[in-house]
């Protein structure tokens, strides 16, 4: 067993976060002593390996509750997580193709702003390079 410092220094993480995944129900202390501390054993390690893996794939600390909660019922994992894993995916795909069309946009402002160095700008009403004038 681990106190929350030895957990933390183990894991990674600072004891702050600990304690905010605590309150926020996705990691708990494996027991905690008469005097209130907490102590943790390899199970909450592997929980909290868990949760940190969803979220350097792109899952809110909801999403992780959501899995956490269907894990603690009981239930089985594999028909949840894959459709997660299918809405987080087609998510990602709708973000890129919004940037995608962001990128092609600030590259055609910047080439105008690059060809177009001392514009005749007052900065009345914006600025040329986010509106740059229809040829």
């Known amino acids: 067993m ?32 008469n005097a209130g501390y907490r102590l943790y054993d390899e199970g909450c390690l592997g929980r909290l390996r868990f949760i ?16 956490i909660a269907i894990m603690e019922a009981g239930q089985p994992l594999c028909t949840s997580v894959h459709e997660l894993l299918e809405n987080k995916l087609a998510e990602i795909e709708r973000q890129m193709l919004l940037l995608e069309e962001m990128r092609r946009e600030l590259v055609e402002r910047l080439a105008w702003a690059r060809a177009h160095p001392d514009p ?6 914006g600025c040329v390079y986010f509106d740059p004038p229809q040829a």
């Open 2 to 33: 681990m106190t929350i410092g030895e957990f933390a220094r183990t894991a990674g993480v600072s004891v702050d976060t600990l304690r905010f995944y605590e309150r926020r129900g996705l990691l708990a202390p494996a027991k905690r002593t």
């Open 120 to 125: 005749d700008c007052a900065g009345e009403e």
């Open 52 to 67: 940190q893996k969803a979220k350097e794939l792109g899952f809110t600390l909801a999403e992780v509750a959501r899995v």
